[in-house]
Nanobody, 121 residues
Framework: QVQLVESGGGLVQPGGSLRLSCAAS????????MGWYRQAPGKQRELVAT???????NYADSVKGRFTISRDNGKNTVYLQMNSLKPEDTAVYYC???????????????WGQGTQVTVSS
């Protein structure tokens, strides 16, 4: 089994910055994608950014130029640097990973429990 634990959420003022971290642990054989999604009350969960292993990063149009995703593959950790935060960025942010626990097992999707980000004056 694979567990994802997020950290770094909190309350910040508009224009401020926050850095989210997510560490994957457990019986991990390989990870081929990690990223971040978010969900505000009453809204659908939406993609924020992904970082495929060996591929190009992807960003939602609403965060391009403000957010940066990065990975430390040795630690199975993904980060999201969020700058110039806006009130509309307020949401629960969920860490995502596509991983396998054995070479012969199929890829499975794993989700963290979420960390709250609130942008308010």
């Amino acid at each position: 089994q694979v567990q994802l634990v997020e950290s770094g959420g909190g309350l910040v003022q508009p224009g401020g910055s926050l850095r989210l971290s997510c560490a994957a642990s457990g019986s991990i054989f390989s990870i081929n994608n990690m990223g971040w999604y978010r969900q505000a009350p009453g809204k659908q969960r939406e993609l924020v950014a992904t970082s495929p292993s060996g591929g190009n990063t992807n960003y939602a149009d609403s965060v391009k130029g403000r957010f940066t995703i990065s990975r430390d593959n040795g630690k199975n950790t993904v980060y999201l640097q969020m700058n110039s935060l806006k009130p509309e960025d307020t949401a629960v942010y969920y860490c995502y990973a596509r991983a396998t626990t054995r070479w012969y097992n199929p890829w499975s999707d794993y989700w963290g429990q979420g960390t709250q980000v609130t942008v308010s004056s």
